[in-house]
């Protein structure tokens, strides 16, 4: 039993030795490993790749794997499986094609949903040589989110720690998975339980924290106000619940050390609601990643999010959040099929115009989960394309270097024409021109500088290497962004405040109730977060 370990292992093609955010299921996946089994051995490949001989037989290697990162993930649970180990795999991919684990990452077994009670039951079967083939997790409440041990991560390795604060979404966007897979319905955790985590890694040097949900902002003005009209008293109670449970975490957040800089996600009708993003701004949550999609009506509607403003109106929302202090990241898809040439510019322009903080310009990827997916999948059955001898609607499947950068054909432009206006729109967005006179709304030049040295990373990272197909280009920008990686840390370190403490709660959280209890040697049940999102 000594002689066995557990590994925890995030697979990623590109490593640059250091990261932007650290990936937050790894830490807290952690945390739910049962103690028999020891403290897990934890190996994030966007930073370095797994050695192969750590890994002894009898070991129990964990795999999550997401789309994008499946075909490294299986070729990594071979890897383990032939060197003996027992092989484990959970994710939002997983979920969604157990078998495939089987068949292609030669699994013992799959964790499908939140792996929270399911992986430690999984870890104990490993250990007795029992391990079922398919464990349910199904969806936890939010009380049940356990705090990551942190205590295990390399700080000096990652430019931003991650915590969860609430899970699911109640949008139905036609390309987003997130709302099948993790659920219409909020599930919010404790604020207690979140704070409590936030002051661990402050007092470890961590400042700059990514509130890693689904949907920041669950309950909107218009959801409150269909409620009232359809006079459904309960279901006003629960919304009002959820959204004073919001405010109560902003509340604390703001009483935190004032270096804190917070970055969430959340849909573009926050704009909508002064109240929210002004308690935002307080708790120092400086910016949002904001869905904004297209910037025409028709472009909108084929992706089933007609609730959002498109022309000089979204303009304005767009600026609505920069003038209550929330910068915005502000996320674009291209390949729609309203899209055309001039769609490109437009999109940049509208960009530069409503002062978008960071963005970025993604092709138009039918993700499985999603309901684009199950179009498309219907219509490739008809007449499939293949690539090599694999299905176009497998394309993870298919090696990263052959794998073409769109899957589904557009009714007036090309694969190509699409990606190489994509690079250029990148390129204008992020080049340092523009990125200098958007660094003016840091505080000072060593802010500014930071600033620079992250969207140069931005754009590296996630357009250099993720949408060129000029190998001599990716291999340049891997290189480049490495480097830029190892400065850009050295600007978000921070002192260390190990004399921080957490607030008293009247209430303990759940996380200091667990801790009781191993204290106290009573029995523990370990449930688990997160699995990483598309």
Same mark, same amino acid.
């Given at each position: 039993m000594d002689s066995l370990s557990v590994h925890l292992i995030n697979p990623s093609d590109n490593s640059f030795g250091t990261a932007v955010i650290t990936p937050r299921w790894l830490f807290v996946l952690a945390a739910a490993t049962p103690q028999i089994a020891g403290d897990p051995i934890l190996v994030d490949e966007s930073l370095e790749q797994v050695v192969p001989e750590s890994i002894q037989a009898g070991d129990i290697v964990g795999i999550s794997v997401h789309t994008g990162n499946a075909l490294r993930g299986y070729e990594v649970g071979r890897m383990a499986r032939g060197r003996g180990a027992w092989v484990v795999y959970g994710g939002i991919h997983a979920t969604l094609f157990p078998e495939e684990a089987f068949e292609r990452g030669e699994a013992h077994a799959v964790v499908k949903g939140d792996g929270d009670i399911a992986w430690g039951k999984a870890v104990v079967d490993c250990l007795a040589g029992t391990p079922e083939r398919i464990y349910e997790g199904g969806r936890i409440d939010g009380d049940q989110f356990l705090a990551a041990r942190w205590d295990l991560m390399p700080p000096e390795k990652y430019m931003w720690a991650?915590?969860?604060t609430i899970r699911g979404c109640p949008k139905h966007c036609s390309f987003c998975s997130v709302w099948r897979t993790d659920g219409q319905q909020p599930r919010q955790r404790r604020f207690q339980s979140v704070i409590d985590e936030i002051v661990d890694l402050r007092r470890l040097g961590f400042r700059f924290i990514a509130l890693a949900d689904d949907n920041f902002y669950p309950v909107t003005l218009t959801d409150l106000r269909l409620a009232r009209e359809q006079n459904n008293t309960a279901k006003v109670d629960e919304l009002m619940a959820i959204r004073t449970e919001r405010f109560q975490l902003m509340e604390e957040l703001a009483k935190l050390p004032k270096d804190m800089v917070f970055f969430t996600q959340i849909t573009m009708e926050a704009g909508e609601d002064g109240e929210y993003l002004d308690a935002m701004r307080k708790a120092n949550i400086k910016g949002a990643l904001v869905g904004v999609e297209a910037v025409t009506p028709e472009g909108l509607k084929a992706v089933?999010?007609? %609730?959002?403003?498109?022309?000089?109106?979204?303009?304005?929302?767009?600026q609505t959040f920069k003038k209550h202090g929330v910068h915005v990241l502000g996320s674009f898809i291209f390949g729609l099929p309203t899209d055309k040439p001039a769609t490109f510019d437009a999109t940049v322009e509208m960009a530069l115009k409503a002062g978008v903080t960071f963005a970025q310009f993604v092709m138009m990827t039918p *993700?499985?989960?999603?309901?684009? *997916?199950? @179009?498309?999948?219907?219509?490739?059955?008809?007449?499939?394309?293949?690539?090599?001898?694999?299905?176009?609607? @497998?394309?993870?499947?298919?090696?990263?270097?052959? @794998?073409?950068?769109m899957f589904t054909p557009h009714p007036s432009m090309s694969s190509d024409e699409i990606r190489e206006r994509t690079q250029k729109v990148w390129d204008r967005f992020y080049n340092w021109s523009a990125i200098w006179q958007r660094s003016a709304c840091t505080p000072n030049l060593k802010s @500014?500088?930071? %600033?620079m040295f992250l969207s140069k990373l931005y754009r590296q990272m996630y357009a250099g290497t993720g949408i060129s197909t000029d190998s001599a280009r990716r291999k340049k920008s891997k290189s480049w962004a490495r480097w830029t990686a190892r400065q850009c840390k050295k600007l978000f370190q921070a002192k260390p405040m190990p004399e921080l403490q957490s607030p008293v709660w009247a209430l303990p959280s759940t996380v200091k109730l667990l801790r009781t209890a191993l204290v106290a040697g009573m029995p523990q049940e370990t449930p688990f977060v997160v699995l990483p999102r598309e």
């Open positions: 991650s915590v969860q089933f999010k007609d %609730f959002n403003y498109s022309g000089d109106a979204l303009a304005k929302q767009l *993700f499985p989960g999603t309901i684009d *997916f199950g @179009r498309w999948e219907k219509e490739q059955a008809k007449d499939p394309t293949m690539v090599g001898d694999v299905p176009i609607t @497998r394309y993870w499947l298919i090696p990263t270097a052959v @794998r073409p950068k @500014r500088v930071a %600033f």
